[in-house]
Nanobody, 123 residues
Framework: QVQLVESGGGLVQAGGSLRLSCAAS????????MGWFRQAPGKEREFVAS????????LYPDSVKGRFTISRDNVKNTVYLQMNSLKPEDTAVYYC????????????????WGQGTQVTVSS
C-alpha cells in the first residue's frame, strides 16, 4: 500500500552533519506515525525517532536526543532525519518506517519499511 525509499546517507567525519530523506509513494501518509530506525553490524535494530502526522509531538531515545531531529513535509509526502554532532557509534544502516492509524509517536509496531541507507561516521 505504501513504498518507502531512503536517501541521503554517506560518509561524514565525526562532529559533522547529515540529512536523510524518506520519500513515500503509493498513498499519502495521512494517518501514519513515522519512524526512523538503525542497525549496525552485529547489533539489534535500534529505535531512533518518531513523529506524528501533524509534525509533533516527537519521540527520541537518549542516545540521539539533542543531536537528531525528525520532521516531515506532508505536501511532499516525505520524512526527514537531521543528524548533527555525529559520532562513530552512529554508523549504521538507517531505515524509515510507517505505522498506519497512529496519532502519537511510538517505537513499536511499524508496518512498512524502506530498504535503508548507509551512514558511516569516521573518527
Amino acid at each position: 500500500q505504501v513504498q518507502l525509499v531512503e536517501s541521503g546517507g554517506g560518509l561524514v567525519q565525526a562532529g559533522g552533519s547529515l540529512r536523510l530523506s524518506c520519500a513515500a509513494s503509493g498513498r499519502a501518509l495521512s494517518r501514519d506515525a513515522m519512524g526512523w530506525f538503525r542497525q549496525a553490524p552485529g547489533k539489534e535494530r535500534e529505535f531512533v525517532a518518531s513523529i506524528t502526522y501533524s509534525g509533533g509531538p516527537t519521540l527520541y531515545p537518549d542516545s540521539v536526543k539533542g543531536r537528531f531531529t525528525i520532521s516531515r513535509d506532508n505536501v511532499k509526502n516525505t520524512v526527514y532525519l537531521q543528524m548533527n554532532s555525529l559520532k562513530p557509534e552512529d554508523t549504521a544502516v538507517y531505515y524509515c518506517a510507517a505505522r498506519p492509524g497512529t496519532y502519537y509517536p511510538t517505537r513499536l509496531a511499524y508496518t512498512y519499511w524502506g530498504q535503508g541507507t548507509q551512514v558511516t561516521v569516521s573518527s
